[in-house]
């Protein structure tokens, strides 16, 4: 069923269809949204399509859209939901020729309390997610959250067009098995997929990557023949299909059913706000510059102007923001892999306790190696020096400060910072002492 399907009768009238048309040459999933709220707005009011231009002209149309919105406020509708009926009357009114003014005030029209309200998952809870996807599902998720694509781009809405096995130029298949030239991964975004119209790319790292792998080589098992304009996603083979792409309807049903059984709530959108903010934490920490991180949101700026210009960057340039994507999986990614930042510097801190211990005969106690591990870096440091200063006398002359050497090695050891105290009588021999 398509999302005209309940007000399909309104297509009838020819004026309604070519406005629908008009609408769907820019996007089709606004023209099928709009075409429902003009149904639903003339179910609830009475009204037909005609007789709202009629309003319009004669100016009744305003008296009744008001009183449409306070029985909407009084039934507790969010203001951006009422206001989409605004701009559904103003788009059929202008296309109609009609510039009508409203001027109707709609109670905190800019808020959308669901979306206000939506938390981010947590790593865990992403990680919680796949575990309860499908492998079209885990797919699917791994490109909203670690790629940033948004759900029209894995197909659109008629099913028409969507991501292809191509749009992945350096996953090769060979053999029934997929492997990849570079990791993290390229993801092309062709302007027919992009929401602002433009050509773009993203990066899909290691975790996603596996995903991609064990979803097209599963794909390979059941005797599919995958070329490079194979669409990405399999349909479901039950059912009459009039289409060669996943819907985005299909595509975050699947989501939302691991989001669901997950026990959460949240809308599949929210995967790509997930990708959002961990890129938002990268750069505050100065791993990804914001033009970057912009452009892997599809968002037009500069690298998107001259990546338009030039139909290519340049390959130094791509391994660059290859390199920064991979700097942020760490914020993205829901599997831990290598040592963490905080193990290492443990890590770290224990061979410099050993070498001291080992190679100076400096024994500490725990408690002294536990201050050690625990304490900030630059303390780290300074306090390293500290017991090091505190022991050197045990370090160099077994704990006396005074030592006689032959007359001969003086010159050495006022090198290593030794002082004179006196040269014997027969000026054989001298003694030294360590610096205070």
């Known amino acids: 069923m398509t999302f005209e399907a309940k007000y ?16 769907r040459a820019k996007s ?47 039934e507790g509708k969010a203001g ?12 059929w009114l202008g296309f109609n020729g009609i510039d009508f003014k409203f001027g109707v005030n709609i109670a905190y029209e800019n808020r959308a309390p669901r979306v206000e309200g939506e938390r981010i998952p947590e790593k865990t809870e992403l990680s919680k997610i796949l575990r309860n996807g499908s492998s079209r599902a885990k797919l699917a998720i791994s490109l909203l959250a670690f790629s940033g694509l948004r759900p029209e781009t894995l197909g659109n809405a008629e ?42 790319f993203s990066f899909l790292g290691q975790e996603g990557a596996l995903y991609l792998r064990e979803y097209i080589e599963s794909r390979i098992k059941e005797g599919d023949n995958l070329k490079p304009d194979t669409p990405l996603f399999k349909l479901d083979p039950q059912g009459r299909i009039s289409h060669d792409y996943i819907r985005t309807q299909l595509a975050t049903r699947d989501i939302r059913k691991a989001i669901n059984e997950s026990g959460y709530s949240w809308r599949p959108y929210v995967l790509r706000a997930y990708f959002a903010t961990a890129l938002d934490n990268a750069e505050n920490k100065g791993l990804i510059s914001h033009p970057w991180r912009m452009f892997f ?50 890590i770290q801190r224990d061979t410099a306790i050993m070498i001291m211990e080992t190679a100076f005969n400096i024994q500490l106690n725990e408690e002294q190696k536990e ?32 030592k006689t050497i032959p007359e001969r090695d003086l010159e050495s050891y006022l090198n290593k910072g030794w002082e004179l105290v006196q040269i014997y009588p027969k000026g054989d021999k001298a003694v030294i002492k360590l610096p205070s």
């Open 8 to 23: 399909k009768e309104l297509l009838e009238n020819k004026e309604i269809s070519r406005w629908f048309d008009n609408l």
């Open 28 to 74: 089709y999933l606004t023209a099928t949204v709009y075409l429902r709220g003009l149904g639903y707005y003339c179910e609830l009011t009475g009204s037909s399509t005609d007789s709202i231009l009629e309003d319009a002209k004669s100016g009744k149309l305003r008296t009744d859209f008001m009183d449409f919105v306070r029985k909407m406020e009084r």
């Open 80 to 91: 951006s939901y009422i206001a989409r009926y605004k701009k559904v009357l103003r788009s």
């Open 159 to 200: 099913g028409t067009d969507g991501l292809r096995i191509s749009d992945f130029p350096e996953m090769k298949i060979d053999n029934g098995k997929v492997e990849f030239e570079k990791i993290p991964t390229l993801v092309n975004v062709r302007y027919t997929l992009s929401k602002a119209k433009h050509t773009y």
């Open 297 to 346: 949101m599809g968002h037009k700026g500069d690298i998107e102007a001259r990546y338009s210009t030039n139909k290519r960057l340049p390959p130094d340039m791509i391994d660059d923001m290859r390199s920064a994507y991979s700097k942020c999986l760490k914020f993205l990614e829901t599997e831990e892999k290598g040592i963490k930042e905080e193990d290492s510097q443990r």
């Open 371 to 402: 201050e050690l591990r625990t304490i900030d870096t630059i303390d780290f440091q300074k306090r390293l020096g500290e017991i090091f200063k505190d022991k050197r006398a045990d370090v160099l002359n077994n704990g006396n400060k005074h």
